[in-house]
Each structure stands twice: as structure tokens, then as C-alpha cells.
């Protein structure tokens, strides 16, 4: 409706990433439709980036638990090999299946909690990515609209004359 002024208003109050690209790339019109699809992706990337970091705890947790695991199958297997040692040799079964259990043990928990921390980082991760894609590919359509130049080519190609180089920006109240 070439309301733009009220546009920008309206997404610079909304809280949503479509609303936070939507402005940063009309904020950019002034300097022509190239700033204007650069402002849109920067934004997109930073907003996007911002969400990455919110999981981050998934991965890391994700990355470390195993190595605790390990640490405490190490752990389990010194206790078991002390056990033999201290038996000169001749260790009781009872006593090496304390060092081997604290080995198991040790390494189930590590991945308890790892394969669904990485399983849910995978996840929200590619989801954060298709909502990033899906956002940015229709802010760039909405704008596309407003591309110099498009609303002219229709009349031209009827005439049978070669379109002219786009002019103009979007319009800024």
C-alpha cells in the first residue's frame, strides 16, 4: 500500500527474527536495493548467530560427557588392575569386577548424557538453520517486490522494446 514508514515502525517494535531482518534491510533503502538485501542477510546472520550460541550448552555437553566417561573407565580399570597387583597376581573376581563395574558404570553415564545433548544440538541446530533459510529467502521476496526497475519491465516487454536499466530505490517516506 506504499505505507513503508509505518512498515518500519511495525517491525522495528516486533520481537520476531522475520520482523528484525524485515527491518534492517528496509532501514538500508535509502542506499539502494544492493544495501538493502545486504542489511537484510548481515542481520539474518547476526540474529541466527545469537541462536547458535543459546544451544552451544548442548554441544559441549554433548563433546565432554564422553571424556568424563572415559576418565572414569580409566579410573575403573586402574582400580582393577590394583586389585590384581595387590593380590600378587591371584585376584578375586569380586574384586576385579568392583574396578571393571566402575569402568562400565562410568563410561554408560558419559553417554546417557551425551548421545541426547548431541541428538537435541543436531536437531534445534537445523531447525534454527531451515527457520533462518525460510525467513530470509521470503524477506527477500517481499522486498524483491520493490526492486528498481521490476514494475516497468511488464510495460516494456509488451512494447517489444528491450527493458532499461533499473532506476530508483525503494520508496522511503
Given at each position: 500500500a506504499g505505507r513503508f514508514a509505518e512498515?518500519?515502525?511495525v517491525t522495528d517494535r516486533e520481537d520476531s527474527f522475520f520482523s528484525r531482518i524485515m527491518h534492517a534491510g528496509m532501514q538500508e533503502a535509502p542506499h539502494g536495493y544492493g544495501a538493502v538485501i545486504r542489511g537484510l542477510e548481515q542481520t539474518a546472520d547476526e540474529q541466527t548467530t545469537i541462536r547458535f550460541r543459546r544451544i552451544e550448552f548442548l554441544n559441549v555437553l554433548g563433546q565432554v560427557s564422553p571424556m568424563i566417561g572415559l576418565f572414569g573407565t580409566v579410573y575403573g580399570m586402574i582400580l582393577a588392575f590394583q586389585a590384581i597387583v595387590v593380590s600378587g597376581g591371584n585376584a578375586d573376581p569380586v574384586m576385579l569386577a568392583?574396578?571393571?563395574g566402575t569402568a562400565l558404570t562410568t563410561t554408560f553415564w558419559g553417554l546417557v548424557v551425551a548421545i541426547p545433548a548431541l541428538a537435541g544440538y543436531a536437531i534445534i541446530r537445523n531447525r534454527i538453520d531451515e527457520m533462518t533459510t525460510e525467513a530470509t529467502l521470503t524477506a527477500e521476496s517481499l522486498l524483491g517486490q520493490?526492486?528498481?526497475g521490476r514494475s516497468s519491465s511488464k510495460k516494456q516487454s509488451?512494447?517489444?522494446t528491450p527493458p532499461a536499466e533499473p532506476e530508483g530505490d525503494l520508496?522511503?517516506?
Amino acid at each position: 500500500a506504499g505505507r513503508f514508514a509505518e512498515a518500519i515502525k511495525v517491525t522495528d517494535r516486533e520481537d520476531s527474527f522475520f520482523s528484525r531482518i524485515m527491518h534492517a534491510g528496509m532501514q538500508e533503502a535509502p542506499h539502494g536495493y544492493g544495501a538493502v538485501i545486504r542489511g537484510l542477510e548481515q542481520t539474518a546472520d547476526e540474529q541466527t548467530t545469537i541462536r547458535f550460541r543459546r544451544i552451544e550448552f548442548l554441544n559441549v555437553l554433548g563433546q565432554v560427557s564422553p571424556m568424563i566417561g572415559l576418565f572414569g573407565t580409566v579410573y575403573g580399570m586402574i582400580l582393577a588392575f590394583q586389585a590384581i597387583v595387590v593380590s600378587g597376581g591371584n585376584a578375586d573376581p569380586v574384586m576385579l569386577a568392583g574396578g571393571i563395574g566402575t569402568a562400565l558404570t562410568t563410561t554408560f553415564w558419559g553417554l546417557v548424557v551425551a548421545i541426547p545433548a548431541l541428538a537435541g544440538y543436531a536437531i534445534i541446530r537445523n531447525r534454527i538453520d531451515e527457520m533462518t533459510t525460510e525467513a530470509t529467502l521470503t524477506a527477500e521476496s517481499l522486498l524483491g517486490q520493490f526492486r528498481p526497475g521490476r514494475s516497468s519491465s511488464k510495460k516494456q516487454s509488451k512494447s517489444k522494446t528491450p527493458p532499461a536499466e533499473p532506476e530508483g530505490d525503494l520508496p522511503v517516506e
